[in-house]
């Protein structure tokens, strides 16, 4: 499977980025950001990993979330 990110996700990973630079450590920075490449990874693995998100679920698109930290990953599968 290809994963694809949008322009929109790798600004929003910067910014997490950039704030916990700022607020905690570089250190924090690039363990956050890690785990939250792992977790997009983990897709590779098994699309259906994350729940199902309520808020989109009116899209029809079938998106899900996972959770890294205290970010949500939205994601979904498109042929």
Excluded: C, P
């Amino acid at each position: 499977m290809n994963i694809e990110w949008t322009l929109e996700a790798k600004k929003d990973l910067e910014k997490i980025y950039i704030f916990y630079t700022i607020h905690f450590s570089v250190a924090l920075a690039q363990k956050i950001k890690k785990q939250a490449l792992s977790k997009v990874k983990m897709l590779e693995l098994g699309t259906e990993l994350g729940q199902e998100e309520e808020l989109l679920k009116h899209l029809n698109q079938g998106h899900r979330y996972l959770i890294s930290n205290h970010n949500k990953i939205i994601y979904k599968i498109e042929n």
